[in-house]
T-cell receptor, first 110, second 114 residues
Framework: DAKTTQPNSMESNEEEPVHLPCNHSTISGTDYIHWYRQLPSQGPEYVIHGLTSNVNNRMASLAIAEDRKSSTLILHRATLRDAAVYYCILRDGNTDKLIFGTGTRLQVFP | DGGITQSPKYLFRKEGQNVTLSCEQNLNHDAMYWYRQDPGQGLRLIYYSQIVNDFQKGDIAEGYSVSREKKESFPLTVTSAQKNPTAFYLC?????????????FGEGSWLTVV
């Protein structure tokens, strides 16, 4: 199975951009990269996903390296509500298996 | 509204008992998943199913069992063989056939051994 690696924690101040990295050097060609975030004792919430091209939505942007071995979730202006654990997930295109990263705990300071 | 419902939210188990966590979805998804999360830790895959009457072991299947008799239901039984079952359990579902499909998560169930 492909694996993902994320930093354990990151910090940001409010209204500053945040770049959350994820390494997935063993990703296969059909695996999409998904990002979810989780608040304590809640189910993960969808943030964004992509395959090869950079993606933007109202919550965030996803920058995917040209070789697809890494990606970065970009929160353009962090708010206190963005404080959560962010998971980088690979979805195996053949088995539908979801492979979770270790997660990055983001702290946002006012 | 469509979604995933997990029940109960909180469950207490005595030593040596089996307990079953319910996961129901009305999204018409083929794939369903069970994850375990220990406090402060990430999610670990217990079992997953891509289609009715079929399921696959994940990374930590020992001490757990599942069934998939209906498309909308994927119950997880925590057996007495699971020596340390206290954890937060999450169920998820998704369409199959395309790895870009969005994954939907339930709100989770807390299981505590007393």
């Amino acid at each position: 199975d492909a694996k993902t690696t994320q930093p354990n924690s990151m910090e940001s101040n409010e209204e500053e951009p945040v770049h959350l990295p994820c390494n997935h050097s063993t990703i296969s060609g059909t695996d999409y990269i998904h990002w979810y975030r989780q608040l304590p004792s809640q189910g993960p919430e969808y943030v964004i996903h992509g395959l090869t091209s950079n993606v933007n939505n109202r919550m965030a942007s996803l920058a995917i390296a040209e070789d697809r071995k890494s990606s970065t979730l970009i929160l353009h202006r962090a708010t206190l509500r963005d404080a959560a654990v962010y998971y980088c997930i690979l979805r195996d295109g053949n088995t539908d298996k979801l492979i979770f990263g270790t997660g990055t705990r983001l702290q946002v300071f006012p | 509204d469509g979604g995933i419902t997990q029940s109960p939210k909180y469950l207490f188990r005595k030593e040596g008992q089996n307990v079953t966590l319910s996961c129901e979805q009305n999204l018409n998804h083929d794939a369903m998943y069970w994850y375990r999360q220990d406090p402060g830790q990430g999610l670990r895959l217990i079992y997953y199913s891509q289609i009715v009457n079929d399921f696959q072991k994940g990374d930590i299947a020992e001490g757990y069992s599942v069934s998939r008799e209906k498309k909308e239901s994927f119950p997880l039984t925590v057996t007495s063989a699971q020596k340390n079952p206290t954890a937060f359990y999450l169920c998820a579902s998704s369409p199959t056939g395309f790895s870009g499909n969005t994954i939907y998560f339930g709100e989770g169930s807390w299981l505590t051994v007393v």
